[in-house]
Every structure is written in C-alpha cells, then in structure tokens.
C-alpha cells in the first residue's frame, strides 16, 4: 500500500514536472516561431501605414494636378477659336472686333 502512495505522490510529482515541461516547451516555441511572426506583421502594419499615408499624399497632388489639367481643357476651345480668329484677322478676311 504504501508502494502504491509513493507512485501517486510520484506521479503527482511527475505531473508538476511534466507541466513544467510543457510550459517550457510552449514558451519556447513562442519565443522561437510565433514571436518572429508577431515582430515581422508587426514590421509589416507600419509600412503598410506608411506606404498609405504616402499614397493619399500622392493622391492628393494628382487630383490638384487633374484639377489643373481639367481647367485647361476647359480653356482649349477658347484659345483654339482665339487663334482662328487671329489668323483670319492677319489674314485680312475678317471682320475688325468692335
């Protein structure tokens, strides 16, 4: 009988050992598989942040630029009937503006 209670209190022992075991086990695969990932996604949402701020700045000056552009698109079909009318007066066939 008394056989049989040092093997539980071994066993209970065993299992304290075996728990510690696991644990050391468990952070050491934290620290060697799972941490590295953890870092490297971590590395990789700043860039992201980063590389979207950077777009919404360009972003930004293409559609200052585009505003630009359109404007002047806009201003075309004046300047094209202002240079007709220029050639038509050098040439002598128009009409003087009054």
């Known amino acids: 009988?008394?056989?049989k209670l040092e093997l539980l209190k071994d066993e209970k022992g065993g299992d304290?050992?075996?728990q510690q075991m696991l644990g050391d086990i468990l952070a050491s695969l934290r620290a060697k598989l799972v941490q590295p990932v953890i870092d490297g996604n971590a590395r990789i949402a700043c860039r992201l942040d980063e590389l979207d701020e950077?777009?919404?700045v360009k972003i930004a000056e293409l559609m200052e630029r585009l505003q630009v552009l359109e404007d002047k698109v806009r201003q075309l079909p004046l300047v094209i009937l202002s240079a007709l009318r220029d050639?038509?007066?050098q040439a002598g066939g128009g009409n003087?503006?009054?």
């Open 96 to 98: 003087e503006d009054v």
């Open 87 to 89: 050639a038509i007066n």
């Open 54 to 56: 950077q777009n919404r």
């Open 16 to 18: 304290d050992v075996i």
């Open 1 to 3: 009988m008394e056989f």
